[in-house]
């Protein structure tokens, strides 16, 4: 595999973890619990749709093929998205939302850090920029998780579900493969599985003060990566890509 | 205890130099949580450079039936108004 081509299959499978994840963040958009976290929980989606936006931007420019943006984002179909499960999984409840972004975020906030020093000088300025937005998800999740996990007797059970049903899905966050290894070795991006340790510590330190316990995990769910995706995709882009598909290239 | 969420007061602080003003509420369970939502809510523009959240229950607020002696007795001192002696030009703005 040629650096050109694992640069390609980062930064694809990194927007379409943005976007999907910021998708479904701004299906709360009207729904969530109270309003400060209706305006929280769009907040973050912009930051990921943004970081989304610059990472199929540069995916453009790498591939050579005249694909924009939008190309990339509405003209895909779900086989064709390498986003990982776990960002995929729907909202259910507000416990579930927020530990998918503490998990998501505990991981893309090293990662962002040390692709700060990547080769590729457009990802180290998406990387400058989207460190200090992750850094604010991490805390925004992380809080509510504490609050919820040591709080009453039913936020305690949902977040106890939460982390029974989202908890599997986490492993794929860490998986190495050609593309990686590749990047890895021109110092085009840091190594996933590199950033085991300070997510583990992260999550560890937020479930201690949320009484929560970390499972174990025998049977990890895998598979976004290599475009095979759970039911929920499909009906997550059917919306979204709607418009787009309604009307070629309309615009504002 | 009441299951009512607490709420926060809000101030910001524009940029360097500018005291923290008043800009509105938040509901919160805690200080954290409130300074946490005063930031989603108020700086989304890019308002801000320091937030402050104080709980509402601290402040100490003047009855509006009171107004009328609390504040009606200002109103026809004009005098207390700088305006009775003139500025020289050399001064500039003030």
């Not at chain 1, 106890?160 to 966050?173: D, F, I, R, S």
């Not at chain 2, 003003?21 to 949580?33: E, I, K, N, Q, W």
């Not at chain 2, 308002?47 to 009606?72: L, N, Q, Y």
């Amino acid at each position: 595999m040629t650096e050109r081509d694992a640069l390609f299959t980062l930064l694809i499978r990194l927007a379409d973890d943005h976007l999907v994840l910021g998708h479904r963040l701004s299906e709360w958009c009207g729904h969530a619990p109270m309003l400060e976290e209706d305006l929280a929980l769009p907040n973050m989606a912009l930051d990921l749709i943004g970081q989304a936006r610059s990472l199929y931007a540069r995916a453009g420019e790498v591939e050579g093929a005249g694909r924009t943006e939008d190309d990339y984002a509405y003209l895909r179909e779900e086989r064709g998205f390498r986003n990982l499960l776990l960002v995929e999984r729907p909202n259910g409840d507000f416990a579930r939302t927020v530990l998918r972004n503490l998990y998501f975020a505990a991981f893309m906030r090293p990662w962002w850090e040390a692709a700060q020093g990547s080769t590729d000088g457009t990802l180290a300025a998406i990387a400058g920029k989207a460190v200090k937005e992750s850094a604010y998800h991490v805390r925004h999740s992380a809080e509510w998780a504490i609050r919820l996990g040591d709080g009453t007797e039913e936020s305690a059970r949902r977040m106890k579900e939460a982390v029974e049903e989202l908890h599997p899905y986490t492993e794929e966050l860490f998986d190495r493969d050609e593309a990686t290894e590749t990047l890895a070795a021109a110092g085009l991006a840091p190594d996933p599985a590199a950033m085991r340790p300070a997510w583990d510590e992260a999550i560890r330190a937020v479930f201690a003060e949320a009484r929560l316990e970390v499972p174990e995990v025998p049977y990890p769910l895998r598979g976004g990566r290599a475009g095979l995706h759970t039911e929920h995709l499909g009906h997550m882009l059917a919306p979204m890509q709607y418009l787009a598909r309604a009307h070629p290239g309309a615009s504002w | 205890m009441s299951n009512e969420t607490p709420l926060w007061e809000v101030f910001i602080r524009p940029r360097n130099g500018l005291a923290h003003r008043h800009c509105g509420s938040v509901h919160a369970a805690d200080a954290t949580l409130a300074l946490q939502a005063a930031r989603d809510v108020y700086t989304r523009r890019g308002e801000g450079f320091s937030v402050w959240v104080v709980p509402s229950a601290a402040i100490t607020a003047s009855d509006p039936v009171s107004k009328s002696e609390m504040f009606e007795p200002a109103e026809t001192k004009i005098y207390r108004h700088p305006t009775f002696y003139d500025i020289p030009d050399e001064v500039g703005h003030m």
